[in-house]
């Protein structure tokens, strides 16, 4: 073989060992921080299903929360498929599920929140094939549905325990720590400066939009992980371009509006409606909730408004209980669905279950037995909300007083005013010059209404009223 040859071969032959060494280390890898452990992040895994094209927009979302270990006697996700005609006759279009994932069993309380396998779901509630077949049944109802995120903590038996301790907070012994100052002792907390953490959470966040189909996630306590995290998933989500996601902080950090969140979540207002109804706190303190829970949201990003959910029904009683009986709980919902918001509803509010759902859920089933009068009023009010671009996207103006919650949204000309006795007496409401002698009409019957000085209203009395 002359020299000439022997050149080109051994070209060649560094060519090949660099082709063969490049393709073995072809995909990214994060650069580990403070000496972690380096996560290859998988490939994207393949899409079940078809993507669901009509999610709504998210001013337009009405929002309902299933708790499925209550929800049926069986507690399962063939439970819940039983009544989806039922939830889409409500008028809902977005189904959130509690965790879905396998419960921790080291230290545990058998909380849905105690995650021990992001990948997988829990056995009593059914498989894969199960949780898929409750998605296609929700989109095949026009219904998208949102999983429940627990990216704070994981279970103490979770397999990142072991696998990568450097992924949890330590103490100065090296020893993983529950949440600081919290009472959650059943979870381990998660270290937010790893990257490899970081990344894994996100890949695994990504796995359900493809392999399960879903359609978005309630982030459970949202405030306590880092806004970059967020930051950095919600990027990532939202480049998923063959979905759109809705993603709601269960949180009041008003920077997660900047972080990307759709919504926030309406504690403020909560508490401030239980002070209203049970300590005489003058009703004009909704505007300054408005206010401060808007604070960093711009466009058509939400606070989500409820009058119960799975934490304090368990913990204040179901809304008969907390807004005094049907009509109290109704007039306060009419507030939480129409004035500045969109609404939650929990399952079993709206047959007027009146037993509380405690903690860990596990020792009550909803009587879905009918409740007609409740049912068929939830149903109008979620209807008018739904027909009514004017709630959805109009300009509010408030004219509460001590005893009354009064508001106006405008939107293209058109124009709605809401009424609501918050009070559990009759109220005079002394009606502002700008409302005096105007004409309307009832949203639900049609009939003709003329506001003039004031307006008698009986206990927890409202009027929805729209003009023309």
């Known amino acids: 073989m002359n020299k000439q040859a022997v050149i080109k071969m051994n070209i060649f032959s560094f060519l090949l060992i660099c082709l063969l060494s490049c393709s073995k280390n072809d995909a990214p890898t994060p650069n580990p921080p403070n000496g972690g452990d380096t996560t290859v992040v998988d490939p994207t895994p393949p899409q079940y299903g078809t993507p669901f094209t009509n999610v709504p927009d998210r001013e337009n979302a009405i929002i309902y929360q299933v708790n499925i270990r209550a929800f049926s006697d069986a507690g399962n996700l063939q439970g819940v498929i039983s009544r989806l005609d039922s939830i889409k006759a409500l008028g809902v279009n977005i189904i959130y599920l509690m965790p879905t994932y396998p419960v921790g069993q080291v230290k545990s309380v058998n909380s849905p929140y ?6 997988g779901v829990n056995s009593e509630f059914g498989t894969l094939t199960d949780l898929r077949a409750l998605v296609d049944g929700a989109h095949t109802r026009n ?18 325990i072991t696998q990568h301790k450097n992924w949890y907070q330590q103490d100065v012994n090296g020893n993983i720590i529950s949440p600081p100052n919290t009472n959650y002792t059943d979870v381990a907390q998660l270290n937010f400066s790893n990257d490899s953490m970081r990344l894994e959470m996100i890949k695994d966040m990504k796995y359900w939009v493809y392999t399960a189909n879903v359609d978005g996630f309630r982030c459970d306590f949202a405030d306590h992980p880092p806004l970059d995290f967020w930051t950095q998933a919600i990027d990532t989500l939202r480049n998923i371009k063959t979905h759109k996601l809705l993603l709601l902080a269960e949180g009041s950090r008003s920077d997660n509006y900047i972080a990307g969140f ?16 049970n300590s005489n706190k003058t009703v004009t303190s909704i505007d300054d909730v408005n206010t401060s829970e808007y604070t960093s949201a711009t466009g058509t990003q939400r606070v989500v408004r409820y009058i119960t959910n799975h934490d304090v029904n368990g913990s204040d009683g179901t809304p008969l209980t907390v807004f005094n009986g049907e009509d109290g709980s109704m007039a306060a919902f009419v507030v939480a669905a129409l004035m500045k918001s969109v609404p939650m509803i929990y399952d079993g509010q709206e047959v007027g279950f009146a037993t509380p759902i405690t903690f860990p859920f596990t020792s009550v089933n909803i009587d879905w037995t009918p409740n007609p009068s409740v049912t068929n009023t939830y149903k109008q009010i979620i209807g008018f909300r739904n027909n009514s671009d004017v709630i959805r996207e109009g300009d509010l103006t408030s004219y509460n007083s001590n005893d009354a919650c009064v508001f106006t949204k405008q939107f293209n000309g058109n124009k709605v005013l809401v009424i609501v006795n918050m009070r559990n007496v ?36 409202y009027k929805i009223l729209v003009n023309g």
């Open 143 to 160: 219904m998208a549905v949102m999983m429940d995120w627990v990216a704070n903590h994981t279970s103490w038996d979770n397999a990142w």
């Open 114 to 119: 105690c995650v021990k396998d992001y990948l």
């Open 262 to 277: 759709d919504y926030n979540f309406g504690f403020g207002f909560y508490d401030d409606l239980k002070s209203i109804y």
């Open 426 to 461: 009759p109220t005079n409401y002394a009606v502002p010059s700008a409302l005096q002698n105007t004409s309307w009409k009832d949203a639900f019957n049609g009939s003709a209404v003329t506001i003039g000085t004031g307006v008698s209203l009986q206990p927890y009395e």
